[in-house]
T-cell receptor
Framework: KAGVTQTPRYLIKTRGQQVTLSCSPI?????VSWYQQTPGQGLQFLFE???????NKGNFPGRFSGRQFSNSRSEMNVSTLELGDSALYLC???????????FGPGTRLTVT | DQQVKQNSPSLSVQEGRISILNCDYT??????FLWYKKYPAEGPTFLIS?????DKNEDGRFTVFLNKSAKHLSLHIVPSQPGDSAVYFC????????????FGQGTILTVHP
């Protein structure tokens, strides 16, 4: 099976803009989770979607949102970008059982 | 409040020897634990996992040990190879959602030829 894919791989945005990142899970996986990795905070959970419903949300402001489509593909959106949003954004998918999450290569977002 | 801790930022090991990476957790709701290997600017690669109903799980050169009473887990790599050099993260999940992984801060493993 093909792995988790994320697009775009690299992105440069200006403060105040918004951005949408895309994730295609492993075929058959219905759960998609998003994470942010920064040097200071490490890997932090953003949210999880399962069957188009958000099941869990991390401690991030409302500027961070996401959605999942009927084919399990997911998007996350960050509005009113801040310099501190510069990070590697990772998407992971899993099947119902087992619980292992498989990660995509990430999207490197730079906010200037 | 760091619920998953990897107290060793780095570990240096000679090729062929054993690498032992450690992880502690505080949340009693965690009942599923995973180890990932990561290179810079790439996504983490799943290595091995363990459920709280077990105390040991093996997969090739990788073995994970879980001590529930001490809230401690460790990853053993035997024998270590230079290609194992990377950042290793432990992660935990459980309670209301297994879709949320809580990660430690990572340990940089360097295996010298």
């Amino acid at each position: 099976k093909a792995g988790v894919t994320q697009t775009p791989r690299y992105l440069i945005k200006t403060r105040g803009q918004q951005v949408t990142l895309s994730c295609s899970p492993i075929s058959g996986h219905r759960s998609v989770s998003w994470y942010q990795q920064t040097p200071g905070q490490g890997l932090q959970f953003l949210f999880e979607y399962f069957s188009e419903t958000q099941r869990n949300k991390g401690n991030f402001p409302g500027r961070f949102s996401g959605r999942q489509f009927s084919n399990s593909r997911s998007e996350m959106n960050v509005s009113t970008l801040e310099l501190g949003d510069s990070a590697l954004y990772l998407c992971a998918s899993r099947d119902r059982e087992p619980y292992e999450q498989y990660f995509g290569p990430g999207t490197r977002l730079t906010v200037t | 409040d760091q619920q998953v801790k990897q107290n060793s930022p780095s570990l240096s090991v000679q090729e062929g020897r054993i690498s032992i990476l450690n992880c502690d957790y505080t949340n009693s709701m965690f009942d599923y634990f995973l180890w990932y290997k990561k290179y810079p600017a790439e996504g983490p690669t799943f290595l091995i996992s363990i459920s709280s109903i077990k105390d040991k799980n093996e997969d090739g050169r990788f073995t994970v040990f879980l001590n529930k009473s001490a809230k401690h887990l460790s990853l053993h790599i035997v024998p270590s190879q230079p290609g194992d050099s990377a950042v290793y993260f432990c992660a935990a999940s459980g309670g209301t959602s297994y879709g949320k992984l809580t990660f430690g801060q990572g340990t940089i493993l360097t295996v010298h030829p």
